[in-house]
């Protein structure tokens, strides 16, 4: 889709049909590397993808998720959550633009099992992911739903 309609079109889903492929899970994680992060460390932050049943079933607040993907940052470095956002949000406008449902995740992080990230790692952010049968059209959106002072 084109960037600006996919933009308007990009809603929260919470109700998921299915698990996502792997060729869709692959463009999912190229979005996620074409993400910006601050002073282009990239070696600071890692990808855990998690599909294993037994795994998500101790995720809390990921609405039944077949798929979730935390973002991690190394302990102790410079690096910082802002550009998670950056990386979750690539990932997600990837996702709907292929037309699986996609969310933020913040409500998981504490309930993510230690052994599965990595050393020296800790998670940050997640995207929650599935099929969806929700159809993505571009929103009317508020200009004011963020208030706005102009300096001109
Ligand atoms: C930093 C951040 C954390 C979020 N954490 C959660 C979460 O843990 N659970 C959830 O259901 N939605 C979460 N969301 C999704 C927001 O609730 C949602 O994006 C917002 O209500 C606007 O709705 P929209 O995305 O449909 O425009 C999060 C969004 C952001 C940006």
Known sequence: METLKMIQSRKAIRKYSGQISDDQLHEILVAANAGPVGMGRYDDYRLTVIQDPQVLSKLNGIYEAPTVIVVSIKEDSASDEVSTGAIVHNMELAAEDQGLGANYN???????????????????????????????????????????NMVK
């Open 106 to 148: 913040m409500a998981s992080l504490e309930s993510i099992p230690s052994d599965v990230i990595p050393d020296g790692f800790k998670p940050a952010f997640a995207l929650t992911l599935g099929q969806t049968d929700e159809k993505f059209t571009p929103r009317e959106i508020p200009l004011d739903r963020i208030k706005t």
